[in-house]
Structure formats: C-alpha cells, structure tokens
C-alpha cells in the first residue's frame, strides 16, 4: 500500500455546534527459551514486586518489556493472576508453519508442549514472518508475538516505545491496516501495539462462536498479560464497537479514543442513514469461500487501492476460521450492537474518556451535515468529544489518508490527555 505524504493545512472551526471540529486538507506452566537460554521457574509474585513501569508494560524494576525484542515471559499483573506460576517449556526451534503440517493456522509451540484444559495466560515469540501461516504482510519496524490467553491464541504486531496506544482494526482487515499509521504514532514516542482480534488476522481461537462483548473479554485479558493499565485507543470500523465499549464499561484503562468511520454511540437514527448499513447483507449471509474484494470498491475509498494491499489486507481469509467467523462477528456482536444504539442505550449513559470521531469527507452517507443532525448537543451525552473530516478520504480512511489519521491520533493525545 502507498504511504501518501499529505500536505495538511490546519483549519480549526468553532460555533458550528457544540462538538469542536477540524478540517484537514490532503489527505499453564511454561518454561520460555529466550536466544536459547531457559528462564527459570518463578511465582508471579516474585517478579512483580511494585506498582509497575510507568506506561504499563513490563516488570516493576523497568528493566523489561514485554513486547520488546528479545521477548521475555511478561509480568503478570499480581492482583488478577496472584495464583499463576511460571514454567514449562518452549523452544524457538518449535515454531513452524501449521499449514505444512495440516495442523491448525498460526505458531506451532514447542516439541513437548501439552495442551491444557485451562492455559495459563502467557507470551511468546515468533521468530521471523516465515513462521506463519500464511506469511505475514511486509511491514518494517515491528515485532511480532502471541499472546496466549484461555481459549485464544492472538498474535500482536509492536512497535515503538513510550506510553501504550492499541490500534483496533475493522473489518475484513487485521494488524496490517496500521502498517502505515503505527510508526508514525511511535515515532511520537509511544509503543504501539496492534493486536488480531479474534476471528481476525493470525490470531487462532478454540471456540468460533462471538457474542456482543466476545472482543472486549479478549482486548481487556490482552491489556492484563501485556500489563497495560490504561492505554490511547485508535479504532476502525468493527473495532470502534470494542473500543466503544471499553470506554464506557472501563473508562479507567483509556487515556484517549479515536474512533474512525462510525459515529459515537449517543447518535439519534434516521432514515438517512441506512445507506450507511448497506454493506452488511453480505456479511450475515457470507458463504464460505465468497470473495470480500468487493469491500475495496469504489463506493468505500477515495483512492484506489492497488492489488498487492488487496490481498495483504485479505490473506487470512484463505484460513477456514477466518472465513468462517464473518456470520459470527456480523450476527453475534455487529447487529446485537447496533440495536442497543438504535434502542438508545448510549444516550442514556456518560462518555467520560475524551473521544475524537475521525470521518472522511467522502465516506457516504456519513456527511458534515448528516452528523451534526444525529449527533445533535454531544455536551449533553459525553465530557469532551470532537469531530474531526480528512478531505479525499472515505469509509477506508486509514488506506485513503494515513498520515492524516496519524498526524490527528498525536494531536489529539497531545491535547486531550
């Protein structure tokens, strides 16, 4: 995907309504190996003696983290995981391509590794993007791990230092939709984490079914075993319905939110948005094997995107679980969500996490207008919320626009934290 370097010229609005807005022109038991040598056995308790690194991320001395290379079982968080204990093994030499194998997608883990019916939460490493399946978009800069939780295998791309931001991708996309955004944002100096979310990307699940709160059980475990107390939010599409519910339901863990191409929760329906729901027949009745390409048409981004992003973009839904958890995710946490806000269940709560709602000017039908009509006297439902609209940039806006989506993120933590 090009990375398009946007001449942005900064206009600030004011008295339009009561949300500020911008205009922007242009754009178990485990034992870790780490190189070869073994960690030895240790209680949780042991190794996290304080109140914790000041971002959130690695042991109490700041000494480690653990989403930086040479990766070293994290830190788990004493008052949630007290009872763990560290050990058991795991071994680089063991990581291989499932799909070689006719075994499950993703990291394969160590020779004698031993499924458990209750895993213990825990981190390990990938040792190059040949070691997936299938391989992993080129992107540079960025380490790559998996976080194992009950149930969940996620696979996490990281990049940078400072305090954590989590980029939450949409749908059908996955960690690579950040490629051109996240070393922006570390640059800024933050460590940017970019985690698959389930059903999603490289991440590999035991159960396929998705409810409502399914992703918000997995990003919440993610920020325990990553050991991120509170963290800048940026979100996309299908991720803004996570994000959405983590700053309402755990306002404590997010700093700021930037929510991408969906309104905030407290919006009135009308009419007029209904061409705003029109791709999602496809979604509920997908067939497996059904082509997605179509989701890159022209009628969702501004400029057209080339093949190879394409096809980064939609590589994992050659993995069957992939495919098939398009019905789940669209059934079981889009739709039910979007009832709620048609029922008016934001309207009647307080958003206290600063919020900026990022559109592109050419994403229909979601115009200026239109949502300063369904978003009407936001003072009255939230604490601070802007609104923010990227000139020649549609419902895509992260391909559209991403310097633009970058340069807003590091503005509004800057501003709003």
Same mark, same amino acid.
């Given at each position: 995907?090009?990375? !398009?370097?946007?001449? #942005? *010229?900064?206009? +600030? *609005?004011?008295? #339009?309504?009561?949300?500020?807005? *911008?205009? !922007?022109?242009?754009?178990?038991? +485990?034992?870790?190996?780490?190189? &070869?040598?073994?960690?030895?056995?240790?209680?949780?308790?042991? $190794?996290?003696?304080? =109140? &914790? $690194? *000041?971002?959130?991320?690695?042991?109490? /001395?700041? /000494?480690?983290?653990?989403?930086?290379? =040479?990766? %070293?079982?994290?830190?788990?968080? =004493?008052?949630?995981?007290?009872? #763990?204990? +560290?050990?058991?093994?795991? %071994? %680089? %030499? &063991? +990581?291989?391509?499932?799909?070689?194998? &006719?075994e499950r997608p993703g990291l394969q883990f160590g020779h004698g590794a031993q499924a458990l019916d209750q895993p213990e939460p825990r981190i390990t490493r990938s040792v190059d993007a040949s070691a997936w399946s299938p391989r992993l978009p080129e992107a540079s800069g960025f380490h790559h791990l998996v976080v194992e939780t009950p149930g969940l295998h996620t696979h996490v791309a990281a990049i940078g230092e400072g305090e954590p931001v989590v980029l939450l991708h949409g749908f059908p996309q996955h960690w690579w939709q950040w490629q051109a955004i996240a070393p922006v944002i570390a640059a800024g100096g933050y460590r940017v984490i970019c985690p698959d979310l389930r059903g999603a990307g490289w991440t590999v699940a035991d159960d396929p079914r998705i409810e409502r709160e399914t992703w918000l059980r997995d990003l919440l475990a993610l920020f325990d075993v990553l050991h991120i107390e509170r963290a800048h939010l940026v979100s996309h599409d299908m991720g803004v319905i996570t994000a959405m519910q983590l700053t309402y339901d755990h306002p404590e863990r997010v700093r700021t939110a930037v929510q991408l191409s969906v309104p905030p929760g407290f919006m009135t329906f009308s009419p007029g948005l209904l061409p705003g729901f029109r791709h999602l027949p496809p979604f509920i009745w997908h067939r497996p094997g059904a082509s997605l390409r179509g989701v890159f048409s022209e009628a969702y981004v501004a400029r057209p995107i080339s093949e190879a992003a394409v096809e980064a973009h939609l590589a994992p839904m050659r993995r069957p679980d992939i495919d098939g958890a398009v019905r789940p995710l669209t059934r079981g946490m889009v739709l039910p969500e979007a009832m709620r806000m048609m029922r008016g269940v934001y309207r009647r709560r307080r958003l206290t996490v600063p919020t900026l709602v990022v559109f592109g000017r050419r994403d229909r039908p979601w115009t200026e207008e239109l949502l300063g009509r369904v978003c009407r006297n936001p003072k009255r439902y939230a604490d601070r919320v802007e609104f923010a609209y990227v000139d020649d940039a549609a419902h895509f806006i992260t391909d559209d626009a991403p310097a633009a989506v970058a340069d807003l993120a590091l503005d509004w933590f800057e501003r709003a934290a």
């Open positions: 995907m090009a990375v !398009f370097c946007l001449c #942005l *010229r900064w206009s +600030v *609005r004011s008295g #339009l309504r009561e949300g500020a807005h *911008r205009t !922007f022109d242009g754009g178990a038991h +485990v034992k870790i190996r780490v190189d &070869g040598e073994p960690v030895q056995e240790q209680s949780v308790g042991e $190794r996290h003696e304080g =109140p &914790g $690194r *000041r971002h959130g991320l690695g042991d109490a /001395d700041g /000494d480690h983290d653990p989403l930086s290379p =040479p990766l %070293e079982l994290a830190a788990l968080p =004493p008052q949630r995981l007290a009872k #763990l204990r +560290v050990a058991g093994e795991f %071994e %680089e %030499e &063991g +990581v291989a391509c499932a799909g070689a194998r &006719g």
